[in-house]
């Protein structure tokens, strides 16, 4: 945790803190699992649990104490929290004390109920109700990460497709959690008694190549974000009452020890001072490539060290974007048209970084043009009405499942034993002669039946009446769709950039499900986009008559002679989707690599003037 500081770390040369006498009967000459195993032994004869609610001393009060703000001390930290000051109440990093017991703050269990094997359970003193993997939480928040798995990112808490990044300030006080619970629960998974956690349930990324049970992210983020003396102080609290600690609190460095990775604070001098002090040299030669609209491949020629390099920091703007091992990255979540500036550093296992690479800069290309989107993230404000004109089944905004599991539309009408006509429409008419060019795309899953869905537009539709009584016409390009079998085994089917160019005049969508009751299935629908593919017109008015392209059909090269010079081509299909983009240095460019058809070709020089072209490819 950073934004509390631990003062120990900040004049930690040449100062370590004390074994505290708990582990006076730890023999720490051991390594990896055999150091494992002594401090499993440890945590599980030195537990005494507490009932997770009762009338005597509880997880509640214990929290109350343990998390208690240091700044305002009536009120606790919420774990994932970084802002009391936005309109997001769910997001809030402090909260009352007094507000606790559900309604405006309650537990989450770090280390997830429905992971554990067995499942946890909160009924009777147990592995359910170990306070070091409880943690106070907003509601909503707590809700919202559910049991999704850890996974790198950077920035504010929050879902990273299907998984939740805990922030930068957070993410080493659940790393040390996971850690613990993995060594306190160390079963077979066969019983209570045998309760088994393991980080590789609950976290992305590689196996540590001594245990191959835990995640190399954990021992990252157990590096990266020191002890703070608020994650101290609510070890300590924890001990007095539960009687046993958590050992990577007290040393992160024991993680080291046990299962490699970056070396972590060692606030013990396990290591009797011995330390790699000498950084790697500098990542050479950053070529970007596989540019997009909202992505890009980073590539580099591998640094040196004296002793090995454990990874790999990639910046975007001078921010910590990603890290990675090998010697490429993609980075995700770009703008489209916009210039961005690389560079990248490389770290030993020491934890001593590089000086960082040259600077490569690079501009995303021309995206799509949304004019309608829903991806179901956000299921307090949708776009979408769901109206049911039969059954007692509806569509249903989730927060769980679809493409990237963060959220979907979903029809579960498995089982339903009446008719069913459901509809999920727009609740606004969009203006299709407002542009021109729309394409429309969306992704879908299934599982039993053979019940179709499919997307239809309605001009007549009054937005509150019953759908049937409106004329609806199924999209262009389109068909009704239907699971290929009646099986229980997903099918997933995506589409994107359908020509629908020829709907016009203001118009409702909707998804329509309609089943008789022998053949129901259980539909999710996702990530449902209406937008106009890049302005990929032939040359613009002012050149209109004095851009030369021949031969043309051409076979192998083709000459492209304009008033304007330009040292880039970005080649298109007709569907708009970039093929390839090329740095020109003359006229002459040679299309051997296309296969035959017609394509856009983009003509741009470096003080951003373009033109485009057509090219047909024998």
Known sequence: MRKITFLLCLFSIGLFAQVPSYYND??????????????????????????YSSGS??????????????????????????????????????????????TVWNREHVYPQSIAVPKFSTSSVGPGTDIHNLKPCDPGYNSSRSNRKYTDSSGDSGKVGAYWYPGDEWKGDIARIIMYMYVRY?????????????????????????????????????????????????????????????????????????????????KWNMNNGASDTEAPTAPSNVVISDITSETATVSW?????????????????????????????????LSSQTTYEITVSARDAAGNISDVSSTVSFTTLEGNTIIFGEDFENCNDIAFNFVSEASNKDWACQDTFGEDESGSAGMNGYQQNAESEDWMISKNKIDFDAQSGEVFGYYADARYGSSTIEFVYSSDYDGGSNPSNATWTRFPNTQPLVKSSSSGTEEKFSFSNIDISSISGNNYIACKYFTNQNAPTMWTVDNIEISTLPNLSIASQSLEG????????????????????????????????????????????????LNSGSYIFRCTNEAGLFFNTTVVKQ
């Open 26 to 51: 730890v023999d720490y000459t051991k390594t990896g699992l055999a150091l494992f195993d002594e401090l499993a032994e440890k945590l599980d004869r030195t537990h005494s649990g507490l009932p």
């Open 57 to 102: 001393t509880d997880s509640w009060d214990v929290l109350n104490e343990s998390d208690e703000d240091p700044s305002i001390t009536s009120n606790v930290l919420l774990i994932y929290g970084y802002d009391d000051n936005d309109q997001e109440d769910a997001n809030d990093r402090t909260r009352a004390e007094s507000y606790c017991c559900g």
């Open 186 to 266: 160390d079963g077979n998974g066969s019983s209570v008694a045998q309760q088994m956690c393991l980080p590789k349930s609950i976290g992305v990324g590689n196996a540590s190549s001594i245990d191959s049970n835990m995640v190399d992210l954990f021992l990252k983020w157990n590096a990266e974000d020191p002890v703070s003396d608020f994650e101290a102080n609510r070890n300590e609290v924890i001990f007095g009452y539960q009687k046993n600690r958590n050992p990577f609190i007290d040393n992160p460095y024991l993680a080291t020890v046990i299962w490699g990775g970056i070396a972590a604070q060692d």
């Open 301 to 333: 020629t591998a640094a040196t060290d004296d002793t090995a390099v454990y990874d790999y920091n990639v910046y975007v703007d001078g921010n910590l974007t990603t890290s990675t091992v090998n010697t490429t990255a993609s980075i995700d979540g």
């Open 546 to 593: 004095q851009v030369k392209v021949y031969p043309n059909p051409a076979t192998s090269t083709v000459n492209i002679v304009a008033p304007v010079a330009f040292d880039t081509v970005s080649i298109y299909n007709v569907m708009g989707q970039l093929v390839a983009k090329i740095n020109v240095s003359s006229t002459t460019i040679n299309i051997d690599f």
